[in-house]
């Protein structure tokens, strides 16, 4: 995560001046003096204050110095500090950062410095405006409001902090995966290359035990990784992945399909880096929206370009999508799609099998624990009793689509939203442990 330079001072006329509620005060005082004074005492107290306070107006008239410190890349989901600083001589301020509606901030205004949380709750790039800045004059009776510094961008990156978790796991044989474990110890290669002294990371299923005996010290099998493998995320980004899933990504901003889908091929590309596999990427609906051939340490290229897509309303084409994978180097292919409407998943049934005949094809979706809870739940009346029936009958097309998709040679596999990630990733690994690449 970057941190954003300090905001320059912006060279702008003065802003508003406004009296205080301190100077509002004292004119109701002495406008009390008009009913027991002679009238020209309480004129010539309010003329003072007035003119005080147009003094202390013109004493902060100069923009203050502003220097917010915000990270430049943000991560959905993750809490990250914003810092403004105020530098306006040794007069009072209040300083008031505004944020767009799909960025949280708390606190979002304080006296002098302001150090607040800002949590993303959406994808995407975002403007973060100038702070607004109230100086108030020596004696409390003006002020001045300023805005002076520049607005921000904001890149609002996937789930990274999972992602790297995933890749951590991976590095440190920590992953565990029932399918990863059946042959060789991390699930990362089978070919045996060398036996050297045991450390302390390794994982116990790695340990020589005939070999630790002839040298009386603990020694590990070596395995060698099969690198330079292609692994393509093909991501739909048509109108079905802009389906809400049950997941919550903050109040009044729901996840949808395609946040998780994204959040699961960034950590699908970061496993990749960490192997030594080339990653790429297509993004599409009725188009190809974004393509990155395969190659060596590109997961943070595929980030990149992929981090701020959003839904369409189009159809999407997977026939496309597919043909602009092309025949070259075999390559583990994972579709991120929705295979909940059967209609919308005819297109995807009839071009699996040709993409399966050169890769291996994995086709990835979100399962919304909403609908299973439907029908695990007992019906309280006549509603949920329909709500249920409908629910069924979704979830009998999903799985003739899921077993036509198998039927092509693709494998299938579903998972609630915050585990899909572990769920594709280790698809990964199986494949590159049963030689499937």
Not at 104 to 121: C, F, H, I, N, S
């Amino acid at each position: 995560m970057s941190t954003a330079a300090p905001l320059p001072v912006r060279a702008s006329r003065p802003g508003p001046m406004s009296p205080t509620p301190r100077l509002a005060l004292l004119l109701a005082a002495t406008a009390l003096g008009f009913l027991f004074l002679p009238p020209a005492l309480p004129a010539l107290i309010a003329l003072a204050l007035l003119a005080g306070a147009a003094g202390d107006a013109l004493a902060v008239r100069r923009p203050p110095r502003v220097a917010r410190s915000v990270p430049g890349i943000l991560a959905r989901g993750v809490p990250a500090q914003v810092v403004v600083d105020v530098d306006a001589g040794g007069a009072a301020t209040r300083v008031r950062q505004p944020v767009p509606p799909d960025l949280d901030l708390e606190p979002r205004e304080a006296d002098g410095p302001l150090t607040a949380t800002v949590v993303p709750r959406r994808r995407g790039r975002h403007a973060l405006p100038a702070p607004a800045v109230r100086v108030e004059g020596r004696f409390g009776l003006g002020r001045v409001h300023h805005r002076p510094a520049e607005e921000a961008e904001v890149l609002v990156y996937p789930d990274m902090p999972a992602a790297h978790r995933l890749v951590v796991a991976v590095r440190q044989g920590r992953f565990r995966d029932p399918g990863v474990l059946t042959r060789g110890p991390l699930g990362l290669g089978t070919d045996f290359e060398s036996i050297r002294d045991y450390l302390p990371d390794d994982d116990i299923r790695q340990v020589n035990w005939r070999a630790s005996a002839r040298t009386g010290r603990p020694m590990s099998n070596q395995y060698r990784v099969e690198q330079d493998r292609n692994v393509i995320c093909c991501i739909d980004a048509g109108r079905l992945m802009a389906a809400p899933v049950s997941a919550d990504a903050g109040p009044g901003v729901p996840l949808t399909r395609l946040d998780a889908a994204l959040d699961a091929a960034v950590a699908v590309v970061l496993v990749a880096d960490e192997i030594g596999d080339q990653a790429g990427a297509i993004a599409f609906d009725s188009t190809v929206r974004r393509r990155l051939s395969p190659r060596r340490r590109g997961g943070r290229a595929v980030v990149e370009a992929i981090f701020d897509l959003e839904p369409t309303t189009a159809d999407s084409d997977y026939e496309l999508a597919f043909r602009n994978i092309g025949g070259g180097k075999r390559a583990l292919v994972i579709v991120f799609t929705d295979l909940l409407e059967e209609g919308a998943a005819r297109s995807l049934v009839e071009a699996v099998p040709v993409l399966a005949r050169r890769h291996h094809v994995v086709v990835a979706g979100v399962r919304d624990p909403d609908l299973d809870r439907a029908v695990r739940t007992p019906p309280s009346g006549v509603r949920d009793v329909l709500a249920a029936s409908v629910v069924v009958e979704a979830l009998d097309a999903r799985a003739r689509v899921v077993a036509q998709l198998r039927r092509g040679g693709a494998e299938v596999l579903e998972a609630p939203p915050d585990q899909l990630a572990a769920a594709c990733v280790g698809a990964y690994l199986r494949a590159k442990a049963r030689s499937r690449l």
